[in-house]
């Protein structure tokens, strides 16, 4: 399978609210390949929801959420899986503990990690 690339962002939630669409803007931004990707590897709109989930609580935590309305991510369909990159503009060190916040997060509300479906925070220049 080749890779295809998308920009998309990530809405601004309030700290209270969730975005009840968050897979199907996903699903609906995406192209017929990122759908069945999701499909063939079994990969549930509530697992990804739940993984979406836990990015935002760490960009809450890290008050990143005020700072700007959308962060661009991207999504990379490649060797089976979707991966979606979420831009933080913030120091490396911060990116690299808000990675290790996601994993326990997730880790701690999900019993089974899905294979389709993967999510990151990466470091862009300020």
Known sequence: ???SEMGVSVMKLNNNEVHTNRTALLRSVANTSVVNTLD???TSDEQIA???DCAAIVLRRHSLFQQSPAF???LTNGNGMIHARINVPVPLKQ???MNL???ELI???MDDIPNGFHVTFKWVDQ
């Open 50 to 52: 739940t993984m979406l």
């Open 72 to 74: 661009p991510f991207k």
């Open 40 to 42: 063939a590897a079994k």
């Open 107 to 109: 880790a701690e509300k």
């Open 1 to 3: 399978m080749g890779i």
């Open 101 to 103: 916040q996601l994993a």
């Open 95 to 97: 990116v690299t503990e």
